[in-house]
């Protein structure tokens, strides 16, 4: 791509022209709204489209440096709003309005065509508002018909989302086998983790709201930078091991200590106590064992409670 940026000329020299309107606004203000006449007068006169050219100078440097116009844009345009309050009141509404939409107004639209242009240029995408909105509303499109611009091809989202598809049927009140077997085969063997993972999640989306998970708005107990010491650490069988004092937490919330007295001596986590307290309840309740696996609690996690309520 060539670092020259064409076709931001014309603008440049349209924002030059409409500065002529705003230099005879100028001018007629400074003789008949504030008497300044004379020599004082032609040098004085033109500060306002002076403060102007200086700040699209600046504002081409910066695009051109790192893309950005900077804070000569908002100085622009307080120049601009300041024009319109001269052109009304020398002229009126009516007149006023045409001659600083004329004038400036049309003089700082020119020059921000010419500056996105050469941000186009300098970073290969347009850059101006409405050129953001259109990008915006396209992705957001193509994301809903599952077109998004990611790494995946047209084949990969077909196949997920019939991957999808088959769980959800599978799921259903009544799901048909031929569009069961449809789904399956668009999806590929290479999709069934997909579809088994799905179809867990939606066969038990009814556990999520009893699932069992931390306060996040209690506070979060200090990490220690040495491990405690776990004498009693009992493995369970088909199960992550446990690595805490099974018989002393259960003893103490037999006892009825408080959550954090437990933590604190036993060194586990809030959720753990949670489960702890669960079962030990539920157990004493006469609950048999399967009842009280559901969740995160699997049988060795029951067995060994048991075992140590023993």
């Known amino acids: 791509m060539s670092d020259k940026p064409k076709g931001s000329g014309p603008w440049y020299i349209a924002f030059v022209v409409a500065l002529g309107v705003s230099v005879d606004t100028s001018w007629r203000y400074f003789g008949e709204r ?26 081409r440097a910066g695009v ?36 600083v939409v004329l004038g400036s107004g049309l003089a700082l639209v020119a020059l921000h065509q010419a500056l996105g242009i050469e941000i186009k240029v300098k970073t290969g995408v347009r850059s101006g508002t409405l050129a953001r909105i259109g990008r915006e ?14 790494a995946r091809d047209a ?15 599978a799921t259903s009140a009544k799901p048909s086998r031929r569009a069961l077997r449809r789904a399956v085969l668009k999806a590929g063997p290479e999709l069934r983790p997909l579809i088994l993972d799905t179809r867990a999640a939606l066969g038990s989306v009814d556990r999520l709201m009893d699932a069992v998970v931390d306060n996040p708005w209690t506070s979060v ?24 004092d099974v018989d002393k ?3 103490l919330v037999r006892e009825g200590r408080p959550a954090a007295e437990i933590m604190d001596a036993c060194a586990v986590t809030s959720k753990t106590v949670q489960r702890v ?6 157990i004493a309740s006469g609950q048999p064992d399967a009842d009280i696996v559901r969740g995160d ?14």
């Open 64 to 99: 051109r440096r790192n893309g950005h116009p900077g804070s000569a844009r908002a100085v622009a345009w307080a120049l601009c709003g300041f024009q319109g309050y001269m052109a009304l009141e020398l002229s009126g509404p009516a007149a006023g309005i045409a001659r």
């Open 137 to 150: 509303l396209r992705e957001r499109a193509l994301s809903r018909l599952g077109l998004a611009d990611d």
């Open 221 to 244: 107990q200090p990490v220690p930078s040495v491990p405690r010491s776990r004498p009693s650490a009992r493995p369970t069988s088909g199960g992550p091991s446990i690595g805490w």
């Open 249 to 251: 937490v259960v003893q």
């Open 297 to 310: 609690i699997t049988a060795p996690y029951v067995q060994s409670i048991r075992k140590a309520m023993a």
């Open 34 to 59: 504030l008497h300044i006449l004379g020599p004082e007068r032609v040098l004085l006169f033109s500060v306002v489209e002076v403060m102007l050219l200086a700040a699209a100078w600046s504002m």
């Open 277 to 282: 307290t669960r079962v030990v309840r539920a």
């Open 155 to 169: 084949l990969a989202r077909t196949r997920e989302r019939a991957a999808v598809r088959a769980a959800e049927i």
